[in-house]
C-alpha cells in the first residue's frame, strides 16, 4: 500500500471511530436522571427548539425514560376523552418516534429502568415489570391496595444497587422489592391507611439515595433517612407544610420543596442548615454540582441559587409562567416548562439565564381542562435530544438536531 493510501486509510479509520462515537446513545434510567435526583445531565442537550418527530399517544403527565435508541412513555387520564386506551408505550428514538410496542397499563407516575426491565408505578396501585425488548410482563404486584386517584403517582420508582424504592400513598410507606421477581424485601409506613387528610403521602414525590442511604417523605411533611443495608432509621424531620419536590442530594445535604420553602437539609443528622421562602411547585429543582447552582420552578419562573448560601440573593431569576415541571441542566442549558393555557418549554443559559429558545403549544381548547406540560415530571435528555410529554395535545415531543449520516463516505472514495 502506498504511503498516501495507507494516509487515506487512517482517515477512514478515525471518521469511523467519530461515527460510532457519535452515534452512541445515551441513557435517562429514571426520574431526573438518577438515584441522587439532581436533574443533571453531562451532555449538551438541544440547541434550538427543533422538533426532530413527535407521537400522539394520549394524554402525557410523567417523566419518559430512555435507555440506548429507544425512549419509554406512559399516558394517563384525558379529561377530554375519558374512554382513551392508557398504555405504556416504547418508541425508536433514530426512526422518527416508530412505535415498538405497547402494555395496557395507566400510570400518572416517571417510569424506571432496572437493567432489562421498564418499572411502571400503575394507576390501579400495582407496580409492573416488563421486558424492555418487548414489553412481556415479567411480574406485577399490589403494592397499594387503596391508591386513590393517581394511582403510585407518588412513587416514580427507584432503582438502587439493585432493589427498587417506592412510596405508597394511602399509608406514607416505603416498600423496597427485589426486582427479580417482585418480592418485598422490606418496608416501613407512617400511619394508618388515609388517616393524615387525602392521602398519607405527597403526590407526584420520590424517594432518592445515597452512600448507602435512602431519603424520602411522608405524612406529607415529614422527610426521613434509612439504612438501606440495616433498614433502620437514621433521622428524621418535620417540615413546615406538605412536601412538593423529591430529595435532591448534594454531597453533604440535600435540597427540597414544601409548597412554601426550599431548604437545605444535614445528610449526617436532619438539621437544617438553611432555608429560604419560594413559591414552590410540583418540580423537584436541579442541581449542578459542579458549579453550585439550584434551579428551582417557582409559581412566576425560575430561580437560580448558590448552593454554598440558598439565602443569598439569587444568581438570576426568569420570570415567565408557573414551572411545574422538573427542570433538568444538561451542558450549558437548563431546560424547563410551563403550565398555564398555552404552555411553553424554555432552555435558558444555565450561567446566567438569558433565552437560548423556547417553542410554545397551540392554545387549550376552549371549555377543557388545560394542563399541558403538567406535575412531577421532568424531561428526559439523551444524546443531545429532549423528550417531553404534553397533556391536552396527548403529544411525545423529541427536541434536537435532524442528524444526516454521511452516507456518501465510502472504503472506495477515501481508498484511491
Known sequence: MTLKKCIQFSLFIMVLLIMAQGCTAADYLTFHGDAQRTGYVADAGPLSENIRWSVSPGSIDSS??????????????????????????????DTGGEELWT????S???????????IVGGMDGYLYALDTANGSLYWSV????????????????????GLLYILTPSDGGLHVYDPADGS????????????????????????AA??????????????????????????????????????????????????????????????????????????????????????VGTGSGMVCLDTNDITAAPVWERA????????????????????????????????????????????????NNWASFWGGSSPAVADGTLYIGAEYTNTLFAFGANVTPPSSLSLSSMIV
Not at 64 to 93: E, I, K, N, Q
Not at 227 to 248: F, G, H, R, Y
Not at 331 to 353: I, K, M, P, R
Request: glycine content about 8%; hydrophobic content about 40%; proline content about 6%.
Open 108 to 118: 400518572e407516575s416517571g417510569l424506571t429502568i432496572a437493567d432489562d426491565l421498564l
Open 210 to 295: 445515597a452512600d448507602g442511604v435512602v431519603y424520602f417523605p411522608s405524612n406529607l411533611s415529614e422527610l426521613y433517612a434509612y439504612n438501606t443495608t440495616t433498614k433502620v432509621e437514621i433521622w428524621n424531620v418535620s417540615l413546615d407544610t406538605t412536601i412538593a419536590s423529591a430529595p435532591v442530594i448534594d454531597t453533604d445535604s440535600l435540597f427540597i420543596t414544601t409548597a412554601t420553602t426550599l431548604y437545605e437539609v444535614s445528610l449526617a443528622d436532619g438539621s437544617i442548615l438553611a432555608n429560604r421562602s419560594v413559591n414552590a411547585q410540583l418540580g423537584t429543582p436541579a442541581l449542578d454540582i459542579a458549579n453550585d447552582h439550584l434551579y
Open 142 to 161: 399490589q403494592a397499594d391496595e387503596t391508591p386513590g386517584f393517581f394511582g403510585l403517582t407518588s412513587s416514580p420508582p427507584l432503582y438502587y444497587k
Open 103 to 106: 402494555y395496557e397499563t395507566g
Open 320 to 367: 415567565t409562567a408557573k414551572m411545574t415541571v422538573s427542570p433538568v441542566v444538561a451542558g450549558d442549558y437548563v431546560y424547563g416548562a410551563t403550565n398555564e393555557e398555552q404552555s411553553s418549554l424554555y432552555a435558558f443559559s444555565a450561567a446566567d439565564g438569558t433565552d437560548a429558545w423556547s417553542y410554545t403549544l397551540p392554545p387549550a381548547p376552549e371549555g
Open 184 to 207: 418485598e424485601v422490606w418496608s416501613v409506613a407512617f400511619g394508618g391507611v388515609w388517616d393524615v387528610g387525602w392521602t398519607a403521602a405527597t403526590y407526584f414525590t420520590a424517594p
Open 64 to 93: 419518559p425514560v430512555v435507555a440506548g435508541d429507544r425512549v419509554f412513555v406512559a399516558t394517563g387520564p384525558d379529561m377530554s376523552d375519558p374512554g382513551a386506551t392508557l398504555a405504556v408505550y416504547c418508541y425508536d428514538t
